[in-house]
């Protein structure tokens, strides 16, 4: 936790409302989400036992699984949970755009999708049962002896895909409701309380006129607030474990009315978190989306158009374990992703700002001075290089030489080069570079350089973050997860030595 979160948590504690830890919403909400509220059978880690799917607040469907240990009914769950999301992901694809990708000769028009799916759950427990019962699914045979619906594979394949998109901090494919709220503002508990949606609801929105600590006290009453799954509270199950038996034991129009009292037994346990979410997600769209998101979604919807594409041309799906070159790409792509994802926040969010003017990692101060007929010697002529002089608010901790840029004006690359103490603070002197609307020599085009007066934040954080560069497939040796070069015999394989 850092510095000002921790302070952002003391004051809610204090005030008995949830703090803001941002001014603008760093993650895109889709207008139409699909909401997935799982549960899960005690006891076994992917047992489905029901679930609340659907993209209409008012109307969701439930779905149901009156004997989770019976393996027929565990697959036709989730055949029935593939008929509500694949036609959801099927109607993403429906209009597509044009678009250029590549640069010089290498430019070449490509198509993706307008629109990519968003699959809401309510916590991170949501997304981890998401993979699990990906895993579950994806590898199945559509035909053999113990076959199933060819809708429960490719479920299976688009559950681990949005299991996977989660774990990369810019995607909104998959988000879990909590980690949003919690992204946003400070809640007075702990880490571990702030998985509880109806807690965190409670502390950023209580109901009129309570405190934010009182209302999430009585969110801990599992029989007003159930849990958001996939785990049910122990209460519950024994009331699942006696219905349970009656169905088992009972046949005919005794049984459906036994398995009708399971269901709403279930709905009862689902439809709070439904709502909730619902909820979760009107608070979020309350704040201004950054100016990043917009991106960041461009990106989602190239990468769900890939897979889409991918599927249709091929149809593996994933394996157990990724291979070492796999499995390096990938983690290249994730450290890419992050780094990106905490720059463009802050460059989107003077809060998020902050927390890096406290590590030393930015500064912020006023324009005192600016020479803007400044040039240096260059390998042929006299480069432009223009120079502001900023009073920091407070002492700068960067050194001289250090590459800085501004949220203000992102395409002009900046470097320190005269640091001095001045009045509990420093001055510090930047070389600007770039970002004149292509101009060589002054006059500067009005705002591209600061003017005297102006307040300013620069930082070492770097936009433009590029992904390391590994060897293809064929050029990686066997040792990192190359191909084997094939044997081939020699006569030298048969001679021996005998000293």
């Not at 004051?11 to 941002?22: E, F, N, W």
């Not at 593939?82 to 036609?87: K, M, N, Q, R, T």
């Not at 433009?464 to 040796?477: C, N, V």
């Amino acid at each position: 936790m850092s510095m000002l979160t921790t302070v952002a948590t003391l004051r809610a504690t204090q005030a008995g409302r949830a703090h803001p830890l941002t001014t603008v919403r760093h993650q895109h909400l889709d207008a139409k989400p699909f909401v997935l509220v799982p549960l899960t059978l005690a006891g076994e880690a992917c047992a489905p036992l029901a679930a609340l799917a659907g993209t209409d607040p008012q109307r969701p469907i439930l779905l149901t699984v009156r004997q989770p240990r019976d393996r027929t009914m565990r697959f036709r769950f989730v055949e029935e949970l593939g008929a509500l999301l694949l036609p959801y992901i099927k109607d993403c694809r429906a209009e597509t755009e044009i678009y250029t990708a590549g640069r010089g000769k290498e430019v070449q028009e490509r198509e993706r999708a307008l629109h990519a799916p968003q699959l809401l759950v309510p916590n991170g427990e949501g997304i981890a049962y998401l993979r699990l019962l990906g895993r579950l699914t994806r590898l199945r045979a559509t035909d053999g002896p113990h076959a199933v619906h060819p809708d429960v594979p490719t479920l299976g394949k688009w559950l681990t895909w949005f299991a996977d998109q989660a774990e990369f901090p810019g995607s909104s494919t998959t988000l879990a409701v909590s980690r949003v709220l919690t992204a946003h503002w400070a809640t007075g508990q702990s880490s571990a309380e702030d998985s509880h949606l109806a807690a965190v609801v409670a502390w950023i929105d209580p109901p009129g006129g309570r405190s934010g600590a009182d209302a999430a006290r009585e969110t801990e009453d599992p029989l007003v607030w159930p849990p958001a799954g996939p785990a049910t509270d122990p209460g519950f199950d024994g009331i699942l474990h006696d219905l349970f038996a009656r169905y088992t034991e009972t046949e005919g129009r005794v049984r459906e009315r036994v398995g009708e009292r399971i269901d709403q037994a279930l709905l009862g346990q689902l439809r709070p978190t439904w709502d909730l979410i619902w909820r979760g997600v009107g608070l979020a769209r309350n704040l201004p989306e950054g100016e990043h998101v917009a991106a960041r979604w461009t990106l989602d919807r190239q990468q769900f158009t890939d897979y889409a594409v991918y599927l249709d041309e091929h149809g593996h799906p994933q394996g157990r374990r990724d291979r070492a070159v796999g499995a390096a790409r990938r983690l290249a792509r994730l450290e890419n992703a992050v780094a990106r994802y905490e720059a463009e926040r802050a460059y989107d969010d003077p809060l998020v700002m902050a927390e890096y003017e406290l590590t030393g990692e930015a500064f912020s101060g006023t324009v005192v001075a600016r020479e803007e007929d400044r040039f240096v010697p260059g390998a042929r002529s006299p480069l432009w290089r223009p120079t502001i002089t900023v009073h920091a608010d407070r002492p700068a901790r960067l050194s001289v030489g250090a590459k800085v840029t501004s949220p203000a004006r992102p395409g002009q690359s900046a470097e320190i080069i005269e640091v001095t103490p001045h009045d509990g603070s420093d001055l510090v002197v930047l070389q600007l570079k770039g970002g004149f609307a292509r101009k060589q020599k002054p006059p500067a085009p009005p705002g591209t350089i600061a003017t005297v007066g102006e307040t300013v934040t620069y930082t070492v954080l770097d936009l433009g973050t590029i992904m390391a560069k590994l060897p293809a497939e064929e050029d990686t040796p066997w040792t990192h997860g190359g191909p084997r070069k094939p044997y081939e015999p020699t006569d030298e394989d048969a001679e021996e030595e005998w000293e």
